[in-house]
């Protein structure tokens, strides 16, 4: 079965400073990952998506995603926060063969922007 | 707006009662999906639809119904309301299944007493 592992609840960065989301996945063969991104009282909005080739994949608002196969890792970084990207973080994982493809997703990293 | 409506935005029951989530996609996808979101838990899948003419269960399928009208609709029904029901539902379409990105509707925020 695949599942998400996002290790962090709840990050505080401080505005300007850089920040990573950690987010590791459970799957034996090459998974379809996504970031999406939660403001408060709506739905999701996908950040970025990575399929194959290049490892490191960009996204909408500045962010950045790494796959790391060795790690079984897909982290998300912003190298500077903005107050606005206070939000929850929700990675998810597919998979790109058979079975169930719909999207499972990690709990959820809240992040808040201190001035 | 091009996009996935939810109805209704809030709903309380009465445990035992029935209701039925509504989730219209106008973007021509195929597949389309039922979460639900808990504190500290993700969204975790009760349903989806590959395409029309099919349903699947998800993760937590227990006291739910779907039905996939036509291509643009997708219905949650809860026959029998519990309080572990309270939750805020979230529809979505993709493209098809797999690696597409999802379109996720605003929510319906249901509590049950």
């Known amino acids: 079965a695949q599942s998400v592992t996002q290790p962090d609840i709840h990050i505080t960065v401080s505005e300007g400073a850089s920040l990573e989301l950690r987010c590791n996945y459970s799957?034996?063969?090459?998974?379809?990952l996504f970031w999406y991104v939660q403001s408060p009282g709506q739905g999701l909005q996908l950040l970025l998506k990575?399929?194959?080739?290049?490892?490191l994949v960009q996204g909408i608002k500045g962010f950045e995603a790494e796959f790391k196969r060795s790690q079984s890792s897909f982290n998300l970084r912003k190298p500077s926060v903005h107050w606005s990207d206070a939000a929850e973080y929700f990675c998810?994982?597919?998979?790109?063969?058979?079975?169930?493809?719909?999207?499972?997703f990690g709990s959820g990293t809240r992040l808040q922007v201190q001035p | 707006n091009a996009g996935v409506t939810q109805t209704p935005k809030f709903q309380v029951l009465k445990t035992g009662q029935s209701m039925t989530l509504q989730c219209a996609q106008d973007?021509?996808?195929?597949?389309m999906y039922w979460y639900r979101q808990d504190p500290g838990m993700g969204l975790r899948l009760i349903y989806y639809?590959?395409?029309?003419?099919?349903?699947d269960k998800g993760e937590v399928p227990n006291g739910y119904n779907v039905s996939r009208l036509n291509k643009r609709e997708f219905s949650l029904r809860l026959e029998s309301a519990a309080p572990s029901q309270t939750s805020v539902y979230f529809c979505?379409?993709?493209?098809?299944?797999?690696?597409?990105?999802?379109?996720f509707g605003s929510g319906t925020r249901l509590t049950v007493v």
């Open positions: 639809s590959a395409s029309e003419g099919t349903t």
């Open positions: 799957y034996g063969a090459t998974p379809y």
């Open positions: 990575y399929f194959s080739g290049d490892t």
């Open positions: 998810a994982v597919v998979r790109g063969d058979t079975g169930r493809r719909a999207l499972t």
């Open positions: 979505a379409s993709s493209e098809a299944v797999g690696g597409y990105g999802y379109t």
């Open positions: 973007m021509n996808h195929n597949s």
